[in-house]
Each structure stands twice: as C-alpha cells, then as structure tokens.
C-alpha cells in the first residue's frame, strides 16, 4: 500500500521504482541515490535543496512571516533587545533576569580589541580601504589571536568565542570605520548599552561621553534584531560550509563576511540609495518604473525577494523606525521618492502579478543614511548582528554531527585528451 505522504520514483530506463516518505515538507536524498546512484539533483543556487534541518528560524515567504525560536519578529522588534535576541538564537530560549543580567555583563566584559588588532592589522591598511574588507580580514585575523578558538567541541570555549565575536563586531566595525575616515580610534564606553556602545565608538569626537539621541539608539537595536538571522541565506550557508569542516568560529565568520560583502547579498540597501539618487525626483518615478517594466536592464532595488512572495515583514518595521529616526535627524530627502515609488509599484499589475514586495533593504538604506553613515559602512551593519544568527547556526550545525559540505556536479567540460607539448600546439 502507498503512503499517502510519499512520492514515487521510477527510473524508466530500468523499471524499478521506489517509494520516499516526505518528512516535515522534505524528502530524503539518501533514499533518491538509493535508486539512482550517480544521477544528482541539479540545482544550481541550491534553489530546492534544503542543506539542514534547523530549529533556529521559521521563514513563510508566501505568507510574510519571519519568527526566530517561535517569537513573531514584530513582537520582539516591539519589546526586545539586540543582546536578547542574540541570547534566543544561540540558546533557543529567552533569558530570565539573572541569565539576561549575566549575558549583557559577560558581551560588555569583552568588548575590547587586542590592541595589536588595531594598531598592527587595521591600521595596516590602504587609507582609503573599504570598512567591510577590513571587517572580513580583522575577524579572520582574531582567531590567531585566540589559541583555544580550534576547540570547538568543549562548550565552554566555544562559547567564550561567541561572546567574544558578538562583543567586538562593533568595536571592529567601528575602527574600520574611523581609519577608512581618517579619524582616531575610540574604545568601547562599557557603561552604554550594547547599542549606544557602537553609535559612541562611530561618533565620538572630543567630548569626554558620547551620548546618542536614545531613539536613535532605539533604532539601531531594532534594525539590529531585523537583522539578526533570516535562516538559510548565502551567507549562513557559507557559515555553515565552513563549519562543516571544522574550521573556528573566527574563521567560518569570516567566510560569512566575506559572502555578505557581494552586493546581490548585503549591498542591496547600497543600490536602493543610489537608485533613489539616480531618480532624483518625485516627477521621474512613474518613466523609471516604466523602464524597469520594459525590462532595460534594471531592477526595483529593494523589491522582490528569492523567498517572501508578500510584504517582507521587516521592510513594514523598518518603514516605522524610519519615521522615528526621521524626527530626529530631519527627513532624508529621497523618502518622498521611495514612498512614490512603493506606491506605483504597488499598484502596478508588473508588480502585483511578480508577486514584488518591499524588501528589508528598501527603507534600511535610508535610515542609515539620515544617521550620517556612509554607504560603505551599509554592510557592516548588517554584519554586526547577524554574527549572532551564523554562530546560532555554527553551534547548532556542531551539534548535528553533520557531515562536510561536499556536493557533486554535473561535469560539462571535455573528454579525456592527450597532454601536448607547447611546440606542438
Ligand atoms: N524589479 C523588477 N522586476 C523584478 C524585480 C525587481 N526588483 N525582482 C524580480 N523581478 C521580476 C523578474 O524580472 C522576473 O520577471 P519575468 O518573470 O518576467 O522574467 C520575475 O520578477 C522573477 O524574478 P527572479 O529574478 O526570477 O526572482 P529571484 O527570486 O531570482 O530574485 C531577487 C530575487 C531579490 C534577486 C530579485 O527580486 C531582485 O533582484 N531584487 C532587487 C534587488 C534586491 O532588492 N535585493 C535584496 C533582496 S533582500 C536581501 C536579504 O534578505 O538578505
């Protein structure tokens, strides 16, 4: 008798078949190669492949819903904390008073950076280096810094790693950014808050205590937890392939970083700016988008996305802290173009029928930019997060005893040939 839950595969040229139960919306490939050894799936961008099971975060791209460990992201983005958030997607549950109390007290305790990070690494750059090429190479370079980082199987170093990449992606974040502006480095003010922290180490001049606009701070911790994780992306993958391997928590972060840093991957907020720029006014949206539907090559940044078929539930957050930030900061001149822009778009059948929504990068770009960061720096902040998510996945990857990431191909290159001397050729 078939399960009703299953499908069934027959290979033609043989006649045989078999049966594969579909276990939690997936089916096993172990029980494919059963079938058909040497016949793989081909699917490039690992577009149908689901590489793990995880527990970590639930995404619905049709319905719009993103929870990371259960929690709705609105609710936490509503009543949570950047730090909070990090200690839910590393244990799975929220802390209570004394857990969160001692987290926040052990990330604060190791904010620091060896001070030969900075003075012999970082500043050993080319003047004008770009703050997230400094932040792949700088977090690489930390776990030279931290001997016992290869023991990535005893708990208790590896979780001192993870408290340690959390605490210093901001402070690594922001020197990258003082150098590439020629500024002087500022040490953490461990009296801030997590947040406040970071704006203090951005924009610290000479006053003996910088303190941010609080909803400025708010902003940033909110964008923070939007950020955070967002389950199988390019980066967490390569998170994840590295890891696999067993290389350090340093290490395999830097491999996330450097997959972040592609533009199709972390720099979209970076194209939205300048797409806005490029329009220039209100009376320019409605021949831009006609040019986006006659498909001249461009694309409506910070629309669309591989997974959300629906409003990007981040991108309906972000639009609301814009306005926070906005009342501080003044408005960014180029909102009245994007809230333009969503609006014909959104009632334009291209984009309705391409089921083509806001993404997060649509309003993120803005924010940053009314703040006074440089596009440059658009990356790194969303690195400095999302080390929670990649190590929430390293840890649960170690836990898995999975195996090395290795996939196969399928070869299209020549035959064998004969090797012939270059006199000959
Ligand atoms: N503007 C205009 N048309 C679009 C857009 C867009 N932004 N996105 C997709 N389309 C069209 C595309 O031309 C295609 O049309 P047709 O069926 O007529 O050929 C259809 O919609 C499907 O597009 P696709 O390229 O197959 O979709 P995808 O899932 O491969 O691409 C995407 C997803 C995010 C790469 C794409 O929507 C895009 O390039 N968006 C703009 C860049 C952007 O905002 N990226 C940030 C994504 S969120 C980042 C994150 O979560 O980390």
């Known amino acids: 008798m078939i399960v009703p839950e299953s499908i069934t595969i027959t290979d033609n040229r043989t006649g045989k078949s078999i049966e594969i139960p579909i276990e939690n919306g997936g089916v096993s490939s172990a029980e494919w190669s ?16 689901a590489m793990t099971s995880s527990s970590i975060t639930y995404l619905d791209g049709d319905e719009g819903i993103l929870r990371y460990r259960g929690y709705p992201i609105e609710q936490l983005a509503e009543g949570s904390t950047y730090l909070e958030v990090a200690y839910l997607l590393l244990k799975g549950e929220l802390p209570n008073q004394t857990q969160y109390a001692d987290w926040v007290r052990d990330v604060t305790h190791h904010t620091f950076i060896h001070e030969n990070v900075r003075k012999r690494f970082l500043e050993g750059f080319h003047y004008d280096a770009h703050p997230m090429g400094m932040l792949v190479s700088a977090v690489a370079a930390l776990s030279t810094f931290y001997a016992d980082a290869k023991q990535i199987f005893d708990p208790e170093i590896r979780e001192k790693q993870i408290v340690r990449l959390i605490a210093k992606m901001p402070t690594l974040a922001a020197a990258a950014h003082r150098f590439s502006v020629g500024m002087p480095f500022v040490y953490p003010d461990n009296e801030l808050s997590f947040p406040a922290n970071f704006l203090s180490m951005m924009w610290k001049i000479a006053e003996p205590h910088f303190e941010a ?3 400025l701070v708010h902003a940033i911790d909110v964008l923070f937890i939007l950020h955070a994780d967002h389950e199988q992306n390019c980066s967490t993958t390569a998170m994840r392939t590295a890891g696999s391997a067993h290389s350090d928590p340093y290490s395999s972060t830097a491999a996330a970083c450097a997959a972040l ?10 194209a939205v700016v300048k797409m806005l720029n490029e329009i220039g006014s209100i009376e320019n949206v409605e021949p831009f988008i006609k040019s ?3 498909g001249h090559g461009q694309r409506l940044q910070g629309f669309g996305h591989r997974v959300y078929k629906n409003y990007d539930p981040r991108a309906r957050i972000i639009k609301k802290v814009a306005y926070d930030v906005f009342e501080v900061t003044g408005k960014n001149p180029l909102l009245d173009i994007a809230l333009k822009l969503e609006e014909v778009a959104l009632s334009d059948d291209y984009f309705i029928s391409r089921k083509l929504y806001p993404n997060v990068d649509f309003y993120s770009g803005l ?8 596009i440059e720096m658009f990356p790194v902040l969303f690195a400095i997060p999302r080390v929670s998510g990649w190590l929430a996945h390293y840890v649960e990857l170690l836990d898995q005893d999975s195996k090395i990431v290795r996939p196969r191909q399928i070869f299209t290159g020549q035959g064998e040939r004969k090797y012939l001397p270059m006199d000959q050729r």
Request: hydrophobic share 30%.
């Open 34 to 49: 059963k079938l058909l050894p040497g016949v793989w799936f081909h699917d490039p961008g690992l577009t149908t492949t």
């Open 292 to 294: 986006v539907k006659e």
């Open 367 to 374: 924010i940053y930019q009314a703040m006074g960061f440089p």
């Open 261 to 270: 840093y592609g533009p199709r991957h972390g720099g979209a907020n970076e």
């Open 213 to 215: 606009d609080p909803a």
